[in-house]
């Protein structure tokens, strides 16, 4: 028996990289799967269903169950009918892999408002809308006193956590992600979810037009191939597991490294009992700055 085995589950962006190997593993692990995706180009224009639904014949033709859907995640009503969508089709819905995601790279000082709109868009809102109906969904089924677990996956970014110049918009909008499924782990754990964030290092069309990246990521002859996406499934289909032991944690995952990341923590601080003036703090904060 599969891991995921009779269990439902919606994986946005599974048309291309890293999304479409959730797709597969999930499927291949027993999972009944809705493959959503706007199949947008790198930076989010157009659409085209074809490759959602090639993954989707894939997994049928192996015996699979899944069902393709073309809603953009970062649409309100679009993400209620992609929950909705599950819901008719099999019956429930048990997981939900937020992974869908574009680029718009530029320093500060040249982004326009569109590009700061539409990754922020895409992404964050792309993350919380979906989230925001499934929790709606699993309230509804716990108040009718359905308890099962349920399991949230979000896809943040080295770029974010650790603030990659020349991506303020993604950065931003990656760091939140990370921070929305905290706040999901707190809110939802009374509904039975668990809500978890990975961050993936892998060769696609998305690391593929970083320069540089293609030669680095190039597959090797013989060994290990340390980028291919498809490494980094077995994290997510593992965190979507009824009994995963994690929940509001943050992964890296990258070939065969998964490591845990540590949240904001509180540093050094100065403490008194009356207000500073600026002269005082400048004096007292001194010895924590860090040389510029
Ligand atoms: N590849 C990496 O190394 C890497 C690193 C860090 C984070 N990520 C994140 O992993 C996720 C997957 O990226 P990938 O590298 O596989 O890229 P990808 O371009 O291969 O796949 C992303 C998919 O999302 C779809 N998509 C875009 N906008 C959408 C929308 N509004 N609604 C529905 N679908 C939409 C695209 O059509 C595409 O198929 C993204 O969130 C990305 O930011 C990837």
């Known amino acids: 028996m599969g891991s995921l085995e009779g269990r439902v ?25 809705v493959v959503n995706d706007l199949g947008a180009t790198n930076d989010g224009s157009g659409a085209d269903i074809s ?46 892999v937020n992974n869908a995601g574009i680029l718009r790279d530029r320093v500060i000082v040249n982004m326009t408002e569109d590009e700061w709109d539409a990754v922020i868009a895409v992404h964050l809102k792309g993350h919380f809308a979906p989230t925001r109906w499934a929790a709606s969904y699993w309230r509804e089924q716990h108040k009718a006193g359905i308890h099962k677990p349920r399991n949230l996956v979000h896809t943040s970014s080295t770029s974010g956590l650790f603030a990659n110049p020349g991506q303020a918009n993604y950065g931003a909008a990656k760091t939140g992600i990370a921070t929305l499924s905290q706040i999901a782990a707190k809110e939802l754990v009374r509904y039975g979810v668990k809500s978890n964030t990975i961050a993936p290092g892998a060769r696609t069309r998305l690391t593929l037009a970083t320069p540089g990246l293609e ?55 100065v403490d008194r009992d009356c207000r500073w003036t600026v002269a005082e703090l400048a004096q007292a904060l001194a010895p924590l700055a860090r040389p510029l």
């Open 9 to 33: 589950a919606i994986i946005t962006g599974a048309g291309r990289g890293i999304g479409r190997e959730h797709a597969l593993l999930f499927a291949a692990e027993g999972a009944k799967v």
């Open 51 to 96: 490759p959602a639904q090639q993954v989707v014949d894939e997994i049928v033709a192996a015996g699979g169950e899944a069902v393709v859907d073309g809603e953009n995640v970062a649409d309100w009503e679009g993400a209620q009918r992609m929950i909705n969508a599950a819901i008719e089709t099999f019956g429930d819905l048990d997981i939900l």
């Open 215 to 269: 030669d680095i990521m190039r597959p090797p002859e013989n060994t290990f191939d340390q980028w291919d996406p498809a490494n980094v499934s077995p994290l997510v289909a593992y965190l979507a597991t009824a009994g995963c032991a994690f929940t509001g944690e943050t992964f890296l995952v990258q070939g065969g490294n998964v490591t845990v990341v540590e949240s904001w923590t509180r540093g050094e601080g």
